[in-house]
């Protein structure tokens, strides 16, 4: 355990690296992170280990998934800290791009998916996805890894990355991971650390409320009802809902009628400044 992990900075550095071990035969798994790891980054890691030969890790703060008003210049940046986690995990290979590895000079090109884009964070963060979508795709393509792994605390971008990759051929296998907590329910996020301590500690019934909704919902409650109590309770409590919705899991389609097939319970919200996101799977009633 704890052996030294390479951080390589360029393209192709990392091909280099990736084509000897193709040559070996070993089979390869990327985990893409904006760094400021935390544990819910690190079980993809495991989860990666378990699935490959080898398991990269990059690590970018990708401008373009930004918007203007965005927190891009305040995200935390913490490669010291990020590698020691990573060396402790017996992470292969860390890729961190110098910014010209993945946007030189006159790059033009920006990957738009429609479909599952269009709903929940499409509505409030129209020019994000495209960026995730770029990112991923120039990711994947400058490693060719066997697989990538995602995590399921961004579900929209889970879908959207199935999407691009079915859509554009890449060669690669997507698995999802399931979302770590912390221990009183708070989906694990870089952006926890914005929170002021009275955020912090209201921060869990972001998880409770979406417990307690989504068991109404499998009793057979109205969607209706039980979404609009949900929005109260965190209202009251001092959130500001952007949105709360009940959404298939494989279309992000909303429901006209009963809940007739796998479901999810989507949130994104702000606690003074900073916008949370989490979601739960709703088993539909019997
Ligand atoms: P980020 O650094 O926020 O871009 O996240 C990198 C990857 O880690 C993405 O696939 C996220 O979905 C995943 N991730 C972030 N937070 C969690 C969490 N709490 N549990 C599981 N996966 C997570």
């Not at 296998?173 to 650390?193: C, F, Q, Y």
């Not at 209706?224 to 009940?246: H, N, P, Q, R």
Request: with cysteine; charged share 25%.
């Amino acid at each position: 355990m704890g052996s030294k992990t390479k951080i390589i900075r360029t393209v192709t550095g990392l091909r280099t690296q990736v084509n000897k071990w193709k040559k070996l035969g070993k089979s390869i798994a990327l985990v893409p992170t904006m760094g400021a790891l935390h544990a819910g980054h690190l079980s993809l890691v495991r989860l990666a280990h378990k699935k490959a030969d080898i398991v990269i890790v990059s690590i970018f703060v990708n401008p373009t998934q930004f918007g203007k008003n965005e927190d891009l210049s305040k995200y935390p940046r913490t490669e010291k800290q990020d590698k020691e986690k990573l060396e402790q995990l017996d992470v292969d290979l860390i890729f961190a791009p110098n910014a010209d590895q993945i946007y030189p000079d006159g790059f033009s090109t920006s990957i738009h998916v429609s479909g599952v884009t269009a709903p929940l964070c499409g509505q409030s963060r129209p020019t994000h996805f495209s960026g995730v979508a770029t990112i991923v795709a120039k990711l994947l393509l400058q490693t060719q890894p066997d697989i990538a792994i995602f995590g399921e605390k961004d579900f929209q971008q889970l879908l959207l990355i199935r999407q691009v990759v079915s859509d554009l051929n890449i060669p690669v296998k997507i698995i999802g991971g399931p979302i770590v907590r912390e221990s009183d329910g708070l989906a694990m996020s870089s952006r926890n650390t914005y929170l002021s301590e009275h955020h912090r500690a209201i921060a869990p019934l972001i998880y409770k409320t979406l417990k307690s909704t989504a068991k109404k919902l499998t009793n057979g409650e109205q969607p209706g009802k039980c979404i609009s109590e949900a929005v109260k309770t965190l209202t009251d409590a001092g959130f500001k809902i952007d949105y709360l919705e009940l959404r298939d899991s494989k279309k992000l389609s909303s429901f006209n009628s009963a809940i007739d097939q796998p479901a999810r319970l989507f949130i994104a919200c702000n606690l003074g400044k900073t916008r949370l996101i989490d979601n739960i799977k709703v088993t539909p009633p019997k």
